[in-house]
Structure formats: C-alpha cells, structure tokens
C-alpha cells in the first residue's frame, strides 16, 4: 500500500501561480507513474497530467497544456504540479494518483490521495 500526501491547494486570482506537492513515504513511489486528476462539483473526476515513472515523458490534458507542468523529485519521493495562469474553471479538488500503467484513465490508477482544493477567483 503506497500512501499519498498532496498540498499547496489554497485561493488564488485569476492569473495566478500555485503549486501542488504529492509526496509518499515509500521508495516504490518511483516504480509508478504519476498522474494529476481534478473533480469540480457536480463534474466527472478529469485527467489533468501524467509522467512516467523516470520522470522522461508527461503528457497534458489540453485544458492545462501550456499552463501546467508536472515534475518529478525522486530523491525526495515527491511529485509537483506548477500551475501558471490558472483560470476559475480550474477550480476544483485536486488529486494525485499512482500507476503501474502510462494511462489517462482513471480506472487504471491503484493508488490515491485524499486531495487538495485549488480555488480560482475572477
């Protein structure tokens, strides 16, 4: 069982910057691909970003490219999410998740945090 530790939600403008953090206490965090899911009321949970398990690849929703960027620190067993120019569609709960598959799905992730709210004001 891996467990997951996001932080860094909070309010924020519309323009602005925050930054996620998801970290686990387990070595075998870096085996796993990592992936950002976001859920705004009433909304299906939706891919954000994902990178793979050496940190090469990632891939973004196109809602978030350009925007986002996903990063990995193994040393420190903790992924990132820096969100630049966040817009309030944005606002929603934000959840990490782990996987042995470089997947967009949902269903295919093993591993969850308990997340974190990230809310844009106009």
């Known amino acids: 069982q891996v467990q997951l530790v996001e932080s860094g939600g909070g309010l924020v403008q519309a323009g602005g910057s925050l930054r996620l953090s998801c970290a686990a206490a387990?070595?075998?965090?870096?085996?796993?691909?990592m992936a950002w899911f976001r859920q705004a009321p009433g909304k299906e949970r939706e891919f954000v970003a994902l990178?793979?398990?050496?940190?090469?690849?990632?891939t973004y929703a196109d809602s978030v490219k350009g925007r986002f960027t996903i990063s990995r620190d193994s040393a420190r067993n903790t992924d990132y999410l820096q969100m630049n120019r966040l817009k309030p569609e944005d606002t929603a709960v934000y959840y990490c998740?782990?996987?042995?598959?470089?997947?967009?799905?949902?269903?295919?992730?093993?591993?969850w945090g308990q997340g974190t709210q990230v809310t844009v004001s106009s």
């Open positions: 990178i793979s398990y050496s940190g090469a690849t990632t």
């Open positions: 387990e070595r075998t965090f870096s085996r796993y691909n």
């Open positions: 998740a782990l996987s042995g598959r470089y997947s967009v799905a949902k269903d295919d992730y093993d591993y």
